[in-house]
């Protein structure tokens, strides 16, 4: 199986910062990662997939990267309605699929 | 628009089945693509149950193939999970969701809104 390993696990911030979040994976999977935002009471909302493009409607502030084990999401500027706990997610066998253990996102 | 919306019991029972239908609308399922079923205990992260797809292909998550039986109504525009034997340790958030599967990856794109299912005697 392939761990996926999230970090920091918690990170404070404030609006206007830049931001980035990390995923590594234990093997290569190339570019087949994926991103999601999901806010307390809400279902997990995309945001990047395939490693770095993004999904229609998701604001341009947010990008991703990377490839093979090392992965990352930045949030360019954040702003008050970003904070939230944020998940990397790959699928090396599919259709099953496989979450990191989440970011939460905090107000400094 | 896609949407997919989730009908639970409530509340099921130490050893009993939790069963949770997921409606889609704005899609219909026998059209394609792979729907699947994800899990969230309170406080905690996500969890993939399995993947079903129009013609009755399933998929499920090794740790839990055991108890899991999953099914597609495509005169209803529904499916449906079954978990059998329940413990505390499954009470969470039960998500429905579209799977897009495409070259190589694999990734919900669509959720419901999710239902809370406790397991408690």
């Known amino acids: 199986d392939i761990q996926m390993t999230q970090s920091p696990s918690s990170l404070s911030a404030s609006v206007g910062d830049r931001v980035i979040i990390t995923c590594r994976t234990s093997?290569?999977?190339?570019?087949?990662l994926n991103w999601y935002q999901q806010k307390s009471g809400k279902a997990p909302k995309l945001l990047i997939y395939?490693?770095?493009s993004l999904q229609s409607g998701v604001p341009s502030r947010f990008s991703g990267s990377g490839s093979g084990t090392h992965f990352t999401l930045t949030i360019s500027s954040l702003q008050p309605e970003d904070f939230a706990v944020y998940y990397c997610?790959?699928?090396?066998?599919?259709?099953?699929?496989?979450f990191g253990q989440g970011t939460r996102l905090e107000i400094k | 628009q896609v949407q997919l919306q989730e009908s639970g019991p409530g509340l099921v029972k130490p050893s009993e089945t939790l069963s949770v239908t997921c409606t889609v609308s704005?899609?219909?399922?026998?059209?394609?693509?792979?729907w699947g079923w994800i899990r969230q205990p309170p406080g905690k992260g996500l969890e993939w149950i399995g993947s079903?797809?129009?013609?009755?292909?399933?998929y499920y998550n090794p740790s839990l193939k055991s108890r899991v039986t999953m099914s597609v109504d495509t005169s209803k525009n529904q499916f449906s999970l079954m978990l059998r034997s329940v413990t505390a340790a499954d009470t969470a958030v039960y998500y429905c969701?579209?799977?897009?599967?495409?070259?190589?990856?694999?990734?919900?794109?669509?959720w419901g809104q999710g239902t809370l299912v406790p397991v408690s005697s």
């Open positions: 969701a579209r799977l897009n599967c495409t070259g190589g990856s694999c990734y919900p794109d669509y």
């Open positions: 704005g899609y219909s399922i026998s059209s394609g693509y792979f």
């Open positions: 079903i797809y129009h013609g009755g292909t399933t």
């Open positions: 093997q290569n999977i190339d570019n087949f």
């Open positions: 395939a490693a770095s």
């Open positions: 997610q790959q699928s090396s066998s599919i259709p099953s699929i496989t």
